[in-house]
């Protein structure tokens, strides 16, 4: 099946809990809640007002996510990420509220309608559902956005990237020296190398050349030390560097 199709399948199979759930919770009341003389009328009414929330924040909020979900489900981590944000709003305004409720209801008087314990079993799929898409989702959004540090397994700041020699002066740095040969003394070490210029092996062009330096260039132009990626010449070619 076609990524699009696995993903239209998803989508409608939210659809379809988060929407059945709510209708139950409307039928529970009307046939069972509002005539339970067990419950005090509080609990009536707090069951009452968490179910049109419910029902609300699904026909107004949730379902227009699922729809896009559906309506588009290329590319696919678009549609996943709109299914998930109705799954979200269904679990806070829906699942978690009505799941306390029915709860604290069994707990109090138990199961004595077959509506109640059908309403009950769809509220734990519902919100069973809910919390574990939007567990694996915050999850993986996590991974994404952070590395381990390196007390936690991951690469530490002065890691040398790979394919670098290793360490020939005691003071490298690799994000001052990575991609010059051995030779080119210390003084010549180009600063402000970002990430990018590391990765790319790009020339390194803002040099810094010591006073003294400047003479040895002078008398013997042609035998002194050239940055790697500089033109051989004489001192000319260094002409107006700070």
């Known amino acids: 099946m076609p990524s699009g199709e696995w993903q239209k399948t998803f989508t409608m199979l939210t659809i379809i809990i988060h929407f059945v759930h709510p209708l139950l919770c409307v039928a529970n009341y009307l046939d069972w809640v509002r005539y339970e003389d067990q419950l005090s009328s509080r609990m009536r009414h707090t069951y009452l007002a968490a ?31 709109r299914r998930i944000y109705g799954v979200m709003v ?6 978690i509220p009505i799941f306390a409720i029915e709860v604290n209801i069994i707990w109090q008087v ?3 309608s077959g509506i109640q314990g059908a309403t009950f079993f769809f ?10 898409r939007s ?12 590395k381990p540090q390196h007390h936690l397994g991951g690469p530490g700041m002065g890691t040398i990237p790979m394919g670098y020699p290793p360490p020939t002066h005691s003071s490298y740095n690799p994000r001052t020296t990575a991609g010059l040969p051995a030779h080119v003394p210390t003084h ?32 013997n132009p042609a035998g ?6 500089r033109p051989q010449g004489g001192l000319s070619q260094f002409s107006g560097i700070t």
Request: glycine fraction near 4%; include cysteine; charge should be negative.
């Open 123 to 132: 509220t734990c799929l519902s919100f069973g559902y809910s919390a574990i």
């Open 110 to 112: 138990g199961i004595v």
């Open 51 to 81: 179910t049109i929330i419910a029902t609300i924040m699904y026909l107004m909020v949730a379902s227009v996510f699922y729809m896009w979900a559906y309506r588009w489900p290329l590319p696919e981590e678009y549609a996943q990420r």
């Open 224 to 229: 002194g030390v050239i940055p790697a990626g």
């Open 135 to 146: 567990w694996i989702y915050l999850m993986i959004a996590v991974i994404k956005a952070t």
């Open 188 to 219: 010549f070490r180009p600063t402000g190398i970002t990430s990018s210029d590391i990765a790319a092996r790009q020339p390194i062009h803002d040099y810094t050349i010591p006073a003294a330096d400047t003479h040895q260039l002078a008398a």
């Open 90 to 95: 269904n679990l806070l305004f829906s699942d």
